[in-house]
């Protein structure tokens, strides 16, 4: 079982709708949490950071659930520019590095 | 300029050659990490470094080697490049000093292995 996993999709929608990713993962030291966007073939970028009590940033809502091991992300209004491979990523601050998951990648049609 | 920059952007080698890929930050950072990206196999980790005198194993080091030359400089070679070491590589940067420890990605290098 691979620690962090995501969802892959492909998820296609059009323009205004909402969309939610979810990310498992399985280390329980895991302290800190993150959301990076990826376009095609360029280096990922930082989204947001994921609190424990959740936040929200414009469009973009992330949740931590601890409990259950899983950090979401919701994308609110779709827009075409919108997307993109969204990573989500787990980090245990003992060990000092971030685990990745795959990817889901998000399509938005006109 | 970008603050983290990684040298060539592009490589096209054989297979058997030594490659070096290099990656220099204006950051400041102290934690530098390599990692590789495939088709549908996000990023997995090759090898990272804490200082100049801290290197360690990501989950896939067999195969390179990296050099931390200086607080800047993390460089990533292949002895004897293969086929399948054909991929992206990104290097990135991240500083325990910051509340979150996200982390900083260069624009990365495409290799390809023939």
């Known amino acids: 079982r691979k620690e962090v996993e995501q969802d892959p999709g492909p998820f296609n929608v059009p323009e205004g709708a909402t969309v939610a990713f979810n990310c498992t993962y399985s280390?329980?030291?895991?302290?800190?949490f993150f959301w990076y966007r990826q376009d095609c073939r360029k280096e990922p970028k930082l989204l947001m950071s994921?609190?424990?009590s959740g936040n929200e940033d414009g469009r973009f809502t992330a949740q931590l659930n601890r409990a259950s091991q899983y950090i979401s992300l919701l994308i609110r209004d779709s827009k075409l520019s919108d997307s993109a491979t969204y990573l989500c990523?787990?980090?245990?601050?003992?060990?000092?590095?971030?685990?990745f998951g795959d990817g889901t990648t998000l399509t938005v049609k006109p | 300029d970008a603050d983290v920059t990684q040298t060539p952007r592009n490589r096209i080698t054989k297979t058997g050659k030594r490659i070096m890929l290099e990656c220099s930050q204006t950051?400041?950072?102290?934690?530098m990490y390599w990692y590789r990206q495939d088709p549908g196999l996000g990023l997995r980790l090759i090898y990272y470094?804490?200082?100049?005198?801290?290197?360690n194993k990501g989950e896939i080091s067999d195969g390179y080697s990296v050099s931390r030359q200086a607080q800047a400089k993390f460089s990533l070679s292949l002895e004897s490049a293969i086929p399948n070491q054909t991929a992206l590589y990104f290097c990135?940067?991240?500083?325990?000093?910051?509340?979150?420890?996200?982390?900083?990605f260069g624009p990365g290098t495409r290799l390809t292995v023939l």
């Open positions: 280390n329980s030291a895991s302290q800190s």
């Open positions: 994921v609190y424990s």
């Open positions: 990523a787990v980090l245990e601050h003992n060990a000092g590095k971030s685990t």
């Open positions: 470094s804490f200082d100049v005198k801290d290197i």
């Open positions: 950051k400041g950072h102290d934690r």
């Open positions: 990135a940067t991240s500083d325990l000093r910051l509340d979150r420890n996200e982390q900083f």
